[in-house]
């Protein structure tokens, strides 16, 4: 029972363009979302995060928008470099869930590769 | 700071052979977490623990056991290890529970094969 889902598994851009991530959900229940990237060898980090109540948020290149009504959350990058090739994966989880609420729900990732 | 360090990085046992993974975190954080990563696959939670002294299933807590006895140390234990229990492991802390301001901070993942 997938509730996140990213359809891509991977995905190339050419450097100083934009790279575009998507993520599905299945379950409106969820009240926040967060992309990680991953790098070879190394484990998951935190690039940034969406609560259900913002159509969008920003940091520095990195933008999240959520559409609601789609179950469609999307992680936009740029102008894309090639430091951010990495395993992108979108993730959510509830506030105030009581005991389960550090239960991050993973997709699959998508690998990104920026080509100089 | 260290963050999160796990140990061992790569580990190879046969069927049966039980192990434990180390996981320390010098972020003084209450919360801590154990995941999974298959090949191909998003991670998936099998332990958590809130506080030391507490700790709680996740969604694939079969063939595994965790205890918390400081802040800083949430060892994995595999009993009678099995081959699908091959993966990728990770330990996680975070300053609170749950997304808010509050990211999982991760090891560098322990690669465990068993055959």
């Known amino acids: 029972d997938q509730q996140v889902k990213q359809n891509s598994p991977s995905l190339s851009v050419q450097e100083g363009r934009i790279s575009i991530l998507n993520c599905d959900y299945t379950?409106?229940?969820?009240?926040?979302f967060l992309w990680y990237k991953k790098y070879p060898a190394e484990g998951p980090t935190f690039l940034i995060s969406i609560s259900s109540i913002k159509d969008k948020n920003e940091d520095g290149r990195f933008t999240v928008f959520l559409n609601k009504s789609a179950k469609h959350l999307s992680l936009h990058i740029v102008p894309s470099q090639p430091g951010d090739s990495a395993v992108y994966f979108c993730a959510r989880t509830r506030i105030n869930d009581g005991g389960s609420q550090g239960n991050l729900i993973f997709g699959k990732g998508t690998k990104l590769s920026v080509k100089p | 700071n260290a963050g999160v360090t796990q140990t061992p990085k790569f580990r190879i046992l046969k069927i049966g052979q039980s192990m434990t993974l180390q996981c320390t975190q010098d972020?003084?954080?209450?919360?801590m977490y154990w995941y999974r990563q298959d090949p191909g696959m998003g991670l998936k939670l099998i332990y958590y623990s809130v506080g030391a002294g507490i700790t709680d299933k996740g969604e694939v807590p079969n063939g595994y056991n965790v205890s918390r006895s400081t802040t800083e140390d949430f060892p994995l234990r595999l009993e009678l290890a099995a081959p699908s229990q091959t993966s990728v492991y990770f330990c996680?802390?975070?300053?609170?529970?749950?997304?808010?301001?509050?990211?999982?901070?991760f090891g560098n993942g322990t690669r465990l094969t068993v055959t």
């Open positions: 379950n409106s229940m969820f009240d926040y």
């Open positions: 996680a802390s975070s300053f609170r529970q749950g997304a808010t301001g509050s990211p999982l901070h």
């Open positions: 972020m003084n954080h209450n919360y």
